[in-house]
């Protein structure tokens, strides 16, 4: 008896031991889960708004965002409304995200203005990542957007910069941001429509109030599920008229291509060559995409266009003045080199490639890039499949804001952050490409922006032949070190108030 119970107690005590060791290793199994399950650190939420508390107040965005960035880490979730955000503010944290989990986060948010502006998102900004996507790209890069084509825009570039000095030459006080906002949309206008863009003034101002629009705060992005609270502000409907106008010009001018095309003229281009709309018809012609493409498609990819052509290279330009304005030395650095290379020339033409000699100003270009990205939070993203990034757990259609604004200005990657000094650059190898995470103003990896040297075209030729037709000052009683740098809310960091300087026109001889 005395053995069948110590039997009973050893049996006993082994079935105690080994429960306890399945308990623990459960125990462990479910910690270890729940540590992969583990949301990235954030500031505290509120019941219905989540953490949008934390972003009211006078500052924009991007600067809220770094500051909280400064106590909650580089990884930082966020409750907007409804929306699950992640906040990414180091190089290190962006390199995982953007270039090791790129495809995890390929897609884009789809924000009330996109919808409405973007024909339902069939732009290529805001198209999901897939097929569709993929021939957009596609046709960008190897046509709408290619270096031949961009080439093929110089003669607009040269006209409409001469018309640019010619009406600055008549005024002794410039708005000079009015001036270059009308530059860049012209050439863009131009290029896209060719001849055939009549109505060029209205078009332009109502592109200016859809833009304006499309960056305001959508009650329907931050509370998706409740329906009634939409367009309470009727910022949506106002979107709607706006963008109805801006479509019926467009409508027109493509229906006009198609009439030209059918008598015989393909070339709608200025120069004789195709604009946009040509190349996009052609390709419609003959049926080279797995879909029919429509006016709907063409339309929504010239406001990808128009939005990426307009706003983000006048950002820089201005931005570039007014750093220029406010630091007299890189000016004069600056305007010795553009004139010594240009040497008395008179009629500049793009074929001579002489930027590319113009070593000092790419500096002051990619330094502009840097203290004043056009996109402060990148392109906004949108994770497609739940991904455990630097052991926390980001859930499938997470938003994902990318502070670029904020890498530019890291502390571990950028000495004397917040001063504009161009020669950081000299000799180093960074570039803009999207190698370099602490330096990304056109992002990076599948998604990065295919417009670049479209961009960069309208930026560096115009800067040069500014600072060499003129010589600048500040309206009187400014000092340079007054000169007011502030950003304003919306989607590209431009500068809030206008930049007006004094031009004295150089005669060359
Ligand atoms: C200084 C000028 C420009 C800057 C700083 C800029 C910046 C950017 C950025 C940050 C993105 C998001 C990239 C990402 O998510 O990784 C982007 C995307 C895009 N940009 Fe630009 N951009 C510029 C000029 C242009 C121009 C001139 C065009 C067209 C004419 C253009 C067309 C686009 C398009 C279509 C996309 C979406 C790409 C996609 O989602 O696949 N951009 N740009």
Redo the contacts with the bound molecule.
């Keep these: 008896m005395a053995i069948y119970s110590s039997l009973f107690d050893l049996v006993s005590l082994l079935l105690f031991f080994s429960s306890l060791f399945v308990l623990v290793r459960l125990w462990r199994i479910s910690k270890t889960r729940n540590q992969n399950k583990r949301l990235p650190p954030g500031p505290w939420r509120l019941p219905f708004i989540g953490s949008l508390h934390h972003l009211i107040g006078g500052e924009l965005p991007h600067r809220t965002l770094k500051n909280l960035a400064q106590k909650y880490g580089p990884l930082m979730y966020l409750q907007l409304g409804q929306v699950p955000t992640i906040i990414i503010s180091s190089p290190r944290i962006a390199k995982e995200v ?1 270039k090791t989990h790129d495809l995890a986060f390929a897609n ?1 948010p789809q924000l009330t203005s996109s919808t409405i502006i973007f024909y339902n998102n069939i ?5 999901q990542y897939g097929d569709y ?1 993929r021939q ?2 596609k046709i ?1 890069i190897v046509e ?2 290619s270096s031949k084509m961009v080439k093929s825009f110089s003669g607009i570039r040269e006209k409409e910069l001469s018309s640019l000095i010619s009406s600055i030459r008549s005024m002794t006080e410039v708005n000079i941001t009015e001036k270059i906002f009308m530059f860049t949309n012209s050439v ?1 206008c131009r290029s896209a429509f060719g001849k055939i863009c009549k109505d060029r003034g209205e078009f332009r101002t109502l592109l200016k109030e859809v833009l304006l629009l499309a960056g305001g705060f959508f009650v329907a992005d931050l509370f998706p599920c409740w329906k009634l609270l939409h367009n309470l502000s009727g910022m949506e409907s106002r979107l709607v008229n706006a963008h109805r106008k801006v479509d019926e010009i467009m409508e027109n001018i493509i229906n006009e291509h198609i009439a030209n095309r059918a008598a015989g003229n393909k070339r709608n281009g200025e120069f004789g060559d195709e604009d946009l709309v040509d190349v996009f018809l052609r390709i419609k012609e003959k049926d080279q995409l797995h879909f029919p493409i429509t006016n709907g498609h063409i339309k929504a ?1 010239l406001f ?7 706003e ?2 006048s ?2 330009l201005i931005w570039a003045l007014a750093e220029l304005m406010k630091n007299p030395n890189v000016m004069a650095k600056a305007q010795s080199e553009v004139r010594q290379v240009f040497k008395g020339k008179k009629i500049y033409d793009e074929e001579d490639n002489i930027v590319e000699k113009l070593s000092y100003l790419k500096l002051v270009i990619m330094e502009t ?1 840097r203290l004043h ?3 402060p939070l ?4 949108e994770c497609r499949e739940e991904t455990n990034i630097a052991g926390y757990n980001i859930p499938n259609k997470t938003k994902v804001l ?1 502070n ?1 604004w904020a890498l530019a200005r890291d502390v571990e990657s950028w000495n004397d952050p917040e001063s504009f000094i161009p020669e950081r650059f000299y000799n180093s190898s960074i570039d803009f490409m ?1 190698n370099y995470f602490e330096y ?13 040297q ?3 075209a ?2 560096g030729v115009p800067l040069a032949q500014l600072l060499y037709n003129f010589e600048w000052k500040l309206p009187y009683g400014i000092n340079p070190q007054d000169l007011d740098m502030t950003e304003t809310h919306g989607l590209t960091g431009a500068k809030q108030n206008d930049l007006y300087l004094v031009a004295t026109y150089r005669e060359i001889f």
């Design positions: 953007l884009r732009d290529m900004v805001f198209s996507w957009m790209r960008c709408l957007l863009t990819m990808d266009i128009f939005l990426g052509g307009t983000t290279s950002t820089v890039l990205t056009p996109a990148m392109g906004p993203r990318v670029a999207g990304i103003p056109f992002g990076t990896g599948r998604r990065i922006c295919p417009g670049i479209f961009g960069l309208n930026i």
